[in-house]
Every structure is written in C-alpha cells, then in structure tokens.
C-alpha cells in the first residue's frame, strides 16, 4: 500500500458517492474511549456537522473475546459527557450477524469463497500472505472462509488527508479472512456490509485503518455497492510513537474534564482555541470547532505525537 506516484494499472476505481452526507463513528467496545479515540469521535462529527450532515455512531462489538463487559455503555456515556450527539439509533454488530451470513452466501454463490485451515505460522511464512484457495488437512475440523480476491486488483483511491492512494489486494494483502475459523465474522466483511446498509458516504477513522480501505472497496464492487469518501486522519501516538491504547494504558477520558478534553482534541485536529473560548461548554466548543472545522489543516502523516494526554 502506498501513495500513488507512477501511472498505476488501475482496473477497479473506487467511484465517488452521491451525497447526502452521513459520517459514523464505529468504536469496537475493547475498552472505555481515551484521547486517540476522542480525536477520531471528534473529527468525524466535525467533518460531518460542517457539511450539514448527519452523524451516527455505531458500535463494532462483533469480536467478543476482545471486548471489555460494559465498555460498548461506557464508550456511549462518555460521548453524551462530550455533547458528541449522535442521530438516530446506535447500530450494533451483534445484532447483524443475518445480513453478513447474507452477504457471505452471495459471494459464495459468485464462487469468490474458499475454506482455509492454514495456521498462523504457515501465513508467516508467506509474509502473511494468503495467495489462492489451499488444500484442506481435515474437511471436518473448523476453517476460516476466505475471499478469493480477484487477480486484477489494483485499487486506487483518494483520500481527503492522505492523498492518493492505491494497493494490489492479491499481491500486497493476498485473501482475506471473511468469516474466522473459531465462527465470529470479520471486520473487513461486516464493515463493508453496514457502511451500506446505514448509506454512509463519509468515513473519516484514523489512519491506522488507510491500508484496510482498498480491501473494504474491494468488497463493496464485487458486491456493486457505493464506495464512500475515505478520509484517514493521524493516529495519536506516545512520545515512544506508540498509537494510544489500552494495551499500552492509555488512560479513559475523563468525563469531569470534558471540556478540556475537547480542547485537546481540536487542538489535536489544528484548531486551538481562541482565549475567549477557555471557560466554554463541551457544546459551545464543538460549535466553535464546527464553524471552525477545515480539512486542509489536518496533516497528511500517518502519525501524530500527543505530549500531554
Ligand atoms: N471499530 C473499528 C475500531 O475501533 C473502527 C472501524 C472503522 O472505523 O471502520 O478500530
């Protein structure tokens, strides 16, 4: 994956949406919301409000063994301490697993599906990369369901931080996982299947997701569904260059500072408050940063160092 430079082969490119303009913000409930998070919750409804549009939150929380109990209730409290309203119902994955067995059964029957038992070590060996549908060591033990990608593509798209971009799914990603052997369905594939189902046509997420996207468009024309407009904005990291996280204890936000929170966070995104502005509300500083919101001040980096959260 990389920014487009040379003249690329391209043969699937993504197509832009019609608008009108509905964002989301998707957190997979793995642990409370901290400052990275709040940057991504912040950006997207930023973006969104700025263009009139409409803001939904959706919570990711198809991964079980990786969620925290009582994180996915946390995660919505902590955006209502922050004024971050979102519009209408709050979509939760584990309440969608009929659409994605639907979408599974629809690339099966295009054959785009294969089963796959190959170990982790086996994948290492190939740099991680699945290339074409494999022998089955035991028909009857459990198997992941892999995409069969198609030979030609070459995805490209234009990200509205990072520029162009584009990546051969065969050759830089190989097949990727639809449904995971021990039964849970993947990210990649539920993602595409409820960025359709909720007519999002803007997705603006960290960019620790960029090299994700041309699997998700690749989904989404293979199944003749619309391609939103992507926008990756920096991931927050440490001073270590570390992306903040629970795994590295990254504190929760705190929602008696949400003020100050928010402050941070549109600092963060190239908009630092004005004086005047220091004692205002969570409300009144999401309208400031609404009226303020310009994309050209994100940087198009993959990282950002935050020193003081
Ligand atoms: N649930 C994913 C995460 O928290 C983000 C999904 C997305 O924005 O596509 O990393």
Not at 196 to 221: E, K, N, Y
Request: hydrophobic share 40%; with cysteine; aromatic share 6%.
């Amino acid at each position: 994956m990389g920014a487009a430079s040379a003249a690329p082969n391209i043969t699937m490119t993504a197509p832009a949406p019609k608008c009108p303009y509905i964002g989301r913000f998707a957190p997979s409930p793995s642990g409370p919301l901290h400052f990275g998070s709040l940057v991504s919750a912040v950006a997207s409804y930023l973006d969104a409000k700025a263009h009139n549009g409409t803001w939904l939150v959706r919570m990711d929380d198809i991964d079980p063994p990786r969620e925290m109990p009582g994180a996915a209730d946390l995660i919505l409290q902590q955006l209502q301490q922050h004024s971050l309203n979102w519009d209408g119902d709050v979509l939760y994955q584990s309440q969608r697993s009929g659409a994605y067995l639907a979408t599974l059964e629809k690339l099966q029957h295009k054959g785009l599906v294969y089963p796959c038992q190959c170990s982790r070590q086996q994948l290492k060996k190939q740099g991680g990369i699945h290339p074409s549908r494999c022998q089955l060591k035991d028909p009857s033990a459990p198997a992941a369901l892999r995409l069969a990608a198609p030979a030609q593509s070459q995805i490209e798209f234009e990200d509205i931080f990072q520029g162009q971009q584009r990546q051969n799914i065969k050759h830089e990603v190989g097949d990727v996982v639809l449904h995971r052997k021990d039964s849970l369905f993947a990210y990649q594939l539920a993602v595409v299947v409820d960025d359709a189902f909720q007519q999002i046509s803007h997705i603006i997420r960290g960019s620790d997701l960029l090299s994700s996207t041309p699997r998700q468009i690749c989904l989404q024309q293979l199944l003749g569904l619309l391609t939103p407009q992507y926008g990756h904005i920096p991931v927050a990291t440490n001073p270590d260059g570390q992306k903040l996280s629970k795994q590295n204890l990254t504190p929760s936000i705190d929602a008696k500072t949400a003020s100050a929170n928010l402050a941070s966070a549109l600092r963060w995104l190239g908009l630092p408050l004005p004086k005047a502005r220091y004692s205002a509300s969570s409300h009144e500083l999401l309208s400031w940063g609404i009226e303020h919101w310009q994309r050209k001040l994100i940087s198009p980096v993959m990282e950002k160092v935050t020193f003081n959260r």
